[in-house]
Nanobody
Framework: VSVAESGGGSVQAGGTLRLSCRVSGYPYRAYGVAWFRQGTGKQREGVASVDSDEDKYYATSVEGRFTISRDDVDHIVYLQMNSLKPEDTGTYYC???????????????WGQGTQVTVSS
């Protein structure tokens, strides 16, 4: 199984970004995926997750601004981020597992991360 993120970058506050997470090695829809982020000097926190039944979970800090979705044909999970704030800055990681851990960092497979920087 491999997990790879893409789509990070630098934007101004109020801007948008879409992150992509390609998951390889699992059968169709047989896995859950979550996005985590870690800012400088901060603990890694769960941002959004989608399980194998397409149930979605969001951190309170991003609810209403971020949307997670999955394309099971291409094995890609997207994180659409709107109305970005400086506090959204950090390295964003994608994680996958056959078990649905929602926003807990217990996933077995992790990507290398992609940087998101939001300036004020």
């Amino acid at each position: 199984v491999s997990v790879a993120e893409s789509g990070g970058g630098s934007v101004q506050a109020g801007g948008t970004l879409r992150l992509s997470c390609r998951v390889s090695g699992y059968p169709y829809r047989a896995y859950g995926v979550a996005w985590f982020r870690q800012g400088t000097g901060k603990q890694r926190e769960g941002v959004a997750s989608v399980d194998s039944d397409e149930d979605k979970y969001y951190a309170t800090s991003v609810e209403g601004r971020f949307t997670i979705s999955r394309d099971d044909v291409d094995h890609i999970v997207y994180l659409q981020m709107n109305s970005l704030k400086p506090e959204d800055t950090g390295t964003y990681y994608c994680a996958a597992d056959v078990f649905d851990y929602r926003l807990e960092p217990k996933y077995e497979f992790w990507g290398q991360g992609t940087q998101v920087t939001v300036s004020s």
